[in-house]
């Protein structure tokens, strides 16, 4: 089972990298979103992935007797969930109102803090 | 199925002794800044009081990491445990001499940013939130510095980069949101390198104490190869993100000039320095085998980033930008330390911090009182600042020196520092580098110096003439919440030049807390560790 999540996982990657890619910034935002989820999948699959079996310790043990998965990793993940989506939600609102100042999504024309042709410092002295 | 019965006797897995009533000061930092935060929040409208209260807080945190620093020198590295659980289980906060130097150090920077914001935060940016937002990227800050866990380390950071967002779109103006924009994007990726190297570290040793994986991984036959190189190599990415090293630096040159010059100030003297505390003490503590592998990438990317950091300076017209390249190149001089990797080195790149965020805090608060003067940060339009105010240009120079590392202000010891370990190491172009920067930024400084305070004024004021000065010194410059913060932080800047012992002596105890971490690691997982 852990296979085929990393196979997906593996996807979830290409995918996020070739929407950072582009030069639309609202692309960028979903890459960054399912970049997200990539992390958090990832770390999910950490802490083995199995169906069923309670992590239960008998009292006659230190351990438990099969392998069952470790839900540390599950609050990691429970955490990670809540920061990359209350920044997802911030970059969001904040695109939207670039958008709106700047009149463009295109990130090769976003150029009001750094713009072209800039002068150059004063030459000699 | 009647197993033998077994007494699990909690006293083992248990601290059942009291915490020692000093040792609380370890989560004093995060906990004034956290709760203040959240009281001056509530305060939002009431914009009289909240600068008084958040100027307090910040007070307050300066005295109580005073005390921290104090305390891990006088008994060595105090370590406390979330809900008593003995490490690996429970969440321990650890102060060791590097944390608790950097610690003080920003808080000291904090204090002068929120002094000066009185001044140059109007009052509808306090009432959208620049003293909470101030606070608690300082609660961000101080638990990076503090924290012993790896994935509370992840937590901190994502707390003082939403607070930085939260100052950086402050005012809304057209130019900060195209600079958030580049900011936000680009940060969040290297969080979320950084998260996937935390997720693949606890896959691989299921545990996330940081002392705890240093052992497990000193005990490792091949401590540098396999699944960890992958981990190193991906940690090393994000964190040169965060520090804004050479090829993933470009971040900062976007953003770092577009929002109230306090904010830019408080950025330039902490952000960037945060990634490479975490640089320091993931490669040095936890992976020292990794960094021995990959000193050699380390020492080229601290010697493009040196580079781009003062050509990119030199390049510049506006005085903001030149001075987040010079950020740039700081973090290349912090990087060779990091390549170099011995004590020595590593003592060298603390104390470099240390002077990084003061001069560099100082110098945008400089650069914020030039445009109050001439209403202008274009090196074209300013001019005549030596006649208008004699002892800021006097106060202006010395931190040209400083930023250049020029004797006898803070920056010249942590260089001599760093190029003798480059120089000793034999890596010859590390500290060429490192000297070959210094130059470039004493002619870009320079530059500034004769432009803006040197010549009589402004681009067309003939050789010898000179503007009169009309108009008497603007309103913002009466009262010492302005010059106040800047006289600390140069005041600093001197006694680190001039008395550097104290400071060398607490950055090589800083250094060999991390090079050789048994200290560190008996206070965190008890005697056997």
Not at chain 1, 49 to 62: F, G, N, V
Not at chain 2, 277 to 290: K, N, Q
Not at chain 2, 452 to 476: C, K
Request: with cysteine.
């Amino acid at each position: 089972m852990e296979t085929g999540v990393a196979i997906l996982i593996g996807l979830f990657f290409t995918v996020a990298v070739y929407l950072m890619l582009s030069k639309q910034l609202v692309r960028i935002l979903l890459g960054i979103a399912i970049l997200g989820n990539s992390v958090n999948m990832l770390i999910f699959t950490n802490g083995r992935l199995t169906r069923e079996i309670p992590p239960l310790i008998p009292a006659h043990l230190y351990v438990p007797e099969t392998a069952t998965a470790n839900p540390l990793p599950q609050a990691l993940v429970l955490t990670a969930i809540v920061i990359s989506f209350s920044f997802f939600a911030f970059l969001l609102v904040l695109a939207f109102r670039a958008y709106q100042e700047l009149g463009t999504d295109e990130i090769n024309k976003m150029r009001v803090a750094e713009p072209e042709n800039e002068q150059t410092p004063p030459q000699g002295y | 199925m009647a197993g033998p019965s077994v007494s699990v006797d909690y006293a083992d897995a248990m601290i059942t002794a009291p915490i020692a009533a000093g040792d609380w000061l370890i989560v004093a930092p995060s906990l004034i800044t956290m709760i203040g935060g959240a009281l001056c929040l509530m305060l939002r409208k009431n914009t009289d009081l909240q600068p008084k209260l958040g100027i307090a807080l910040l007070g307050a945190l300066v005295l109580a990491s005073l005390a921290l620093l104090i305390r891990v020198l006088d008994h060595g590295v105090i370590t406390m445990v979330m809900g008593n659980w003995l490490p690996p289980f429970g969440i321990a906060v650890t102060a060791d001499a590097l944390g608790a130097t950097l610690t003080f150090i920003g808080s000291v920077v904090a204090f002068c940013a929120g002094l000066f914001g009185m001044k140059t935060v109007n009052s509808s940016g306090r009432r959208y939130g620049f003293y909470p937002f101030l606070l608690l990227l300082m609660t961000g800050v101080c638990g990076s510095f503090l924290t012993a866990d790896v994935f509370n380390l992840y937590v901190w950071f994502e707390v003082l980069l939403i607070s930085s967002y939260g100052l950086l779109v402050l005012g809304n103006d057209r130019i900060q949101l195209d600079g958030a924009v580049k900011y936000g994007v680009l940060n969040l990726v290297g969080t979320n390198l950084f998260l996937i190297a935390t997720g693949l570290l606890y896959g691989i040793f299921g545990t996330l104490n940081m002392a705890d994986i240093a052992t497990k991984v000193a005990a490792l036959d091949n401590p540098a190869s396999g699944t960890l190189a992958t981990v190193a190599a991906l940690y090393f990415l994000a964190f040169a993100m965060k520090a804004a090293a050479f090829p993933v630096n470009f971040w900062l040159p976007a953003s770092y000039h577009t929002p109230n010059i306090v904010v830019s100030a408080v950025f330039a003297g902490l952000l960037t320095k945060v990634g490479v505390y975490a640089l320091i003490r993931i490669f040095v503590l936890i992976l020292p085998a990794s960094r021995e592998y990959m000193a050699d990438v380390i020492g080229l990317v601290a010697i493009l980033t040196l580079m781009t950091g003062a050509l990119g300076a030199l390049a510049q017209t506006e005085l903001r930008r030149l001075l987040g390249f010079l950020v740039i190149a700081g973090i290349g001089s912090m990087l060779a330390g990091l390549a170099v990797g011995s004590t020595l080195a590593i003592s060298g790149a603390i104390f470099y911090a240390v002077h990084s965020i003061i001069v560099m805090t100082a110098l945008y608060l400089a650069a914020g009182i030039m445009n109050m003067m001439e209403g202008s940060y274009n090196l074209r339009q300013l001019g005549g600042l030596y006649q208008r105010n004699v002892a800021f240009a006097g106060v202006f120079l010395v931190l040209a020196f400083a930023v250049s590392g020029l004797p006898p202000f803070s920056g010249f010891w942590p260089k001599v520092i760093l190029v003798d370990a480059a120089f000793g190491d034999e890596r010859f172009w590390l500290g060429a580098a490192i000297l070959v920067s210094g130059f470039l930024t004493t002619m870009a400084m320079g530059r500034v110096w004769i432009y803006a305070f040197w010549r009589g004024g402004p681009e067309g004021t003939a050789d010898g003439q000179s503007v009169a000065v009309t108009a008497s010194s603007p309103p913002e410059l009466a009262g010492g919440a302005v010059w106040l913060p800047l006289g600390v932080l140069t005041a600093l800047v001197v006694y680190f030049g001039i008395q550097p012992e104290w400071m060398i002596e607490l950055s090589t105890r800083g250094a060999s807390g991390v090079v050789d971490p048994l200290g560190y690691l008996r206070s965190v997982l008890g005697e056997q560790g």
